[in-house]
């Protein structure tokens, strides 16, 4: 079970998404744009990450040629390790606790949003689904005070596709939002 910490981190996003989802347009499912929730309660570093499956496998379709499953593997492996796709300062002494990774493309029951078009053209978009990524990462620092930044450089290197990262934080400062670009990859705290 989250944290509450964590559960309060989702309200605005949930509260958002419900409110596009009202007037008719994709809500957080935007290729390119990825949502992170991130919370520190004393020594626990929590994140959350929900992205379009597009963003870091290319498809969003479920891997039936060999190169498909290659890909799929390969980028499911690379999620396993959040150390690899983040940097935190060493002097933080994080360590990972636990990882937690869903999809429809990892054989998870589908999560799937369906287009709702009302511009007649059924056809062409009829049962089409979106498949998200979500991972989820619980992470224990050492010496938390030293925790000022979280660069995400490493993510936007290894996965060009991500052109955005929308943050909900909830930190030793309050709760803030931010927005995370491969120019500007870097979160504070």
């Known amino acids: 079970m989250r944290p509450l910490l964590l559960a309060v981190a989702l309200l605005p996003l949930a509260a958002q998404a ?4 009202e007037h008719g347009s994709l809500g957080k499912h935007e290729h390119g744009v990825a949502q992170l929730n991130v919370a520190l309660d004393g020594k626990t570093l929590e994140l959350e990450m929900d992205s379009p499956a597009m963003n870091f496998v290319g498809f969003e379709h479920a891997a039936t040629s060999d190169a498909d499953k290659a890909t799929v593997a390969a980028v499911q492996a690379l999620l396993k390790q959040p150390l690899q796709l983040l940097s935190l300062p060493a002097a933080a002494q994080c360590s990972v606790q636990s990882v ?29 689904h979106h498949a998200d990524i979500d991972a989820h990462y619980q992470l224990t620092c050492a010496q938390p005070q ?10 936007f290197k290894r996965f060009p596709a991500t052109q955005k990262i929308q943050v909900q934080l909830i930190g030793p400062s309050g709760q803030q939002g931010a927005e995370l670009t491969a120019a500007n990859p870097t979160l504070n705290f």
């Open 18 to 21: 419900h409110d596009e989802h």
């Open 100 to 128: 937690e990774l869903s999809s429809p493309l990892f054989g998870d029951a589908p999560k799937a949003e369906e287009h709702d078009h009302d511009d007649g053209d059924h056809d062409e978009h009829e049962g089409h």
């Open 146 to 155: 030293d925790l000022a930044t979280l660069d995400f450089a490493p993510l």
